[in-house]
């Protein structure tokens, strides 16, 4: 498997993973767990778009 279809799949999985854990962080009222879902569903979205640019730039 290539490392930009890689970085895809491991970006989807750390965006599903931040956001469970955002939802249940905002269901069980803890802001630290909801916050820390979040940032995890950034990296989860940016390392996706590190996969397609590298996709796009042929490496």
């Known amino acids: 498997m290539k490392a930009s279809t ?3 799949v491991a970006g989807k ?5 931040g956001k469970v854990k ?3 962080g905002k ?3 803890n ?3 909801e916050i ?3 940032a995890e569903n950034m990296a989860g979205k940016l390392q996706q778009k590190a ?6 730039a042929g490496k």
């Not at 999985?13 to 993973?17: A, I, K, N």
């Not at 996969?51 to 796009?56: A, K, L």
């Open 6 to 8: 890689k970085d895809k």
């Open 13 to 17: 999985l750390h965006e599903v993973s």
């Open 31 to 33: 802001h630290e767990m």
């Open 22 to 24: 955002e939802v249940v």
């Open 51 to 56: 996969g397609e640019i590298e996709t796009v």
């Open 36 to 38: 820390k879902g979040k």
């Open 27 to 29: 269901a069980l009222d």
